[in-house]
C-alpha cells in the first residue's frame, strides 16, 4: 500500500551538521545490557532498527575513560582501539541500511562507582555516590575536580571521540543529562564550586560549552555532534526547571551544538504507562525550539504517526525519537512508509526491557519476542522460516503464549487452529488491562488479533473449553497447551516460601477479584509476589471505596517495580489513596475479622482489621489438560496426537514477557532443526 501522504512529513530528510539523517525516525541511546561483552547482539540489535527504517540509530551509554565504569550495569566503552573494533561492528551493520550511527558519550562522575576499575570516582564537588548502579547507595564518595582532573575529563572526551570517529560513527554526542558529566556541573543541587565552574548559569555552563567546543574542534569535520541534556529536574524549584535554568542554558549555549536530544529526568524520562501517556515530556521539552534553530529530538513513547506529526507540526520536535517504540517494532518506520500503520506492534510501556538494564541481562521485550536474539538466535521480527510439514497444529488456550504460538505459526503457514475456553482473545491480558493504569496492555492481544485476522489458515474457535476426550476425539497430530497458570491463596513462610493456608474466612486471590468475587471491607491485601498486581489491586479497590491495608513482606510497596520505573510511582499512588502500608511482615493469621502479622525481623505481631484477606503470591500451572493427556501416550498414539506440548505461564508461571516468548520460540523451534545457541563468551579483542 502506498503511504499515506499525512505522514509524507516524518519522511523528510534531516540535516544534523555535517551528516543527514534520511528521515525523522531516531532510535535514541537507550541501554542494553550488551556492553563490549556482547558485540555481536549489540550489533543484531541495533542493526534491525537501521534495516527498519529508522534513519538514525544509536549505542547504549557509551564510557569515555576507565574512571566512569558503571559495573555491574552494562555500558559501550571507547578506552582504546580493541574497543573501536568492537563497536565497530555495529556501526558497520547500521550503516549498511542507510542510517547514520550515533553515539551517546558518558561520563559517569558521582553515578558510577568504578567497582571494577577501582579508579576513585570523580566529581564537581566531591559529593558522595548519587546511585549506585540502580542497586542503591554504595559506600564511597567522590573527589573534587581540580582543574587538572577538568583538563583531563575534556582530553578524555576529544580522545573518545576521535575513537568514536574511527569506528565509523556519524553523530557524537555530549551527555548532561541526568546527573551525567557536565550536567553535574550545571545543576546548583550538584555544583558547590565557587571557581569559573561554579556560582552564576554561565560559569556552571563552562564545561558542557568546553566540552561541546572541543569535540567539535575534533570530530566536527565529518561528525555531527549532539548534547543530550535534561531541560527539567522534575523537583519544582529545588532543582533545574524547563522554564527558568533549563531555558538559560539554550540562551547560552542552544547554537553551538548540532542536535539537541532532550530528556527529563529520573524515572520519568523512560516514564511507565502506568503513570504516563504518550508523549509525556512535550510540557517540558516543547520550549527548546523557540531558542536554538539547530534540530531537536525527543522522545514520548511515540507509537501513532498521528502523534508523530502532530509533534512535527505543532514545532515541538524536529526528529521523532524513540527507544521502547523501536524495540518494540523495529519496523515501524517501515510500516508507516508502506502504509500499514495497522501492523505496527505498539510499545504497551510496561518497562519489562527497562528491567534488563537493572539486572544486567540482554534487553527483553513484551511485546517483541525477536529483541536481542537477532544474532544469537537469528530470528528477525518480520521474517520467519516457512513450514517444514504441512501437519495441522491445534493450540488450546489464547492467552499470550497461545496467541504468540498460532500467529507464528500461522506466519510459517501451518493449519492452525486456536480453541479458547471464553469468549475474547487475550488470556489475562484481558483482565490484567482494565487494572488501573494498564490499558496498553491490551495491546499484546490486539496486535495478535489483528495479524490472525489477516491469516486464512487460522481459524479461532471461542467458548471451546477443551477435555482430553476432545483432543482424543479431534485427532489433531500436533497439540500446543496454553492453558495459563491460576493464583494460589499459599501464603509466604519467613523465607518467601510459599506455605498452604488453611484460614477459615474469606480468602481471595487476584483471580478472584478480577472476576468480580464479592470483596468485604476492611480489606488485608498481602504482596509476596512484589511486581504489580499487588499494588495495581489495592489501587483498584481503594478507588471503589474499599478500606484496605497493603501488607508486603518486602521493605516497600511493589518492589520489583525498581526495576521496572514505577515502584515509587505505586507508592505514592497507594498513599494518595490513604492505603495504610505495612512492609516487612508476613499473615501469621486470619480469622475472617484480624489479619495476624508477624514482622520479618523481629517477629512483633500487629493486628490489622480484615474481613477479606488478598493473597498476592505464588501461582501454579493450570495445566490439568496436558497433565491428562500426558499420562496417557497409548491414548495419544491412537488418536494420531505425535505431539504435545506445553507452552506459557501453563508450563511456568510468569510475567507476559516469558509467555510471548515462550509463544514465538515453540513457533520458531517447530519441525526445525535447532542449530545450537550461539554463546558470546568473551569480548571481541580484534
Ligand atoms: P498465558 O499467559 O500462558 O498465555 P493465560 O492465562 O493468559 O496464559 O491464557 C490461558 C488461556 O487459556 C485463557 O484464555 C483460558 O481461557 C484458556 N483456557 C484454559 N483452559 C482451557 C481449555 N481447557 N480449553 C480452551 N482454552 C482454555
Ligand atoms: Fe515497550 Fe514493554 Fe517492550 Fe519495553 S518491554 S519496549 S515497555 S512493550
Redesign the pocket.
Known sequence: MPRDPRYDILFEPVRIGPVTAKNRFYQVPHASSTGVDMPNTRKGLRAIRAEGGWGVVCTGYCSIHPSSDDTPLRYSRLWDDDDVRNLALMVDAVHEHGALAGVELFYGSSMTSNRTTREMPLSPSGLPMLRAAGRGQFPLHTRAMDKQDIRNLRTWQVDAAKRAKRAGFDIVYVYSGMNFGPYQFISRRTNRRTDEYGGSLENRVRLLREMVEDTKEAVGDTCAVAVRISVDELMGDLGLQWHDEGRGVFELVGELPDLWDLKTFGFQDSSNARYSEEGYQEPYVAFARQVTTKPVVGVGRFTSPDTMVSQIRRGVLDLIGAARPSISDPFLPKKIEEGREDDIRECIGCNFCYSCYHESVPIRCTQNPTIGEEWRRGWHPEEIEGRASSDGVLV????????EAARALGQRGYEVTL????TE??????REARLPGLATWIRVRDWRQGQLDKLPNVEIYFD????PAHLLEFGFPRVVV????RWTTDLADLRSVPVPSTFGGRVLTPDDVMAGAEVVSPVALFDFDQYYMGGCLSELLAERGHRVTYVTSADVVSAWCGNTHDQWYAHNRLVELGVPLVTGCFVADFDGETATLSGRSDGEVRKVEAATLIVVGAREP?D??YQALAARPEDLREAGIRTLQK?????V?GA?VH?TY??HRLAREFDANVAPMLLERTRLDG
Open positions: 488450546v488456550g489464547a492467552g499470550p503464549a497461545g496467541l480453541a479458547e475456553a471464553g482473545l487475550g488470556g489475562r491480558i484481558c471451546s473449553e477443551l477435555t496454553a492453558t495459563g497458570a493450570h490439568g489438560l507452552i506459557g505461564d501453563c508450563d508461571p507476559i509467555a515462550a509463544g
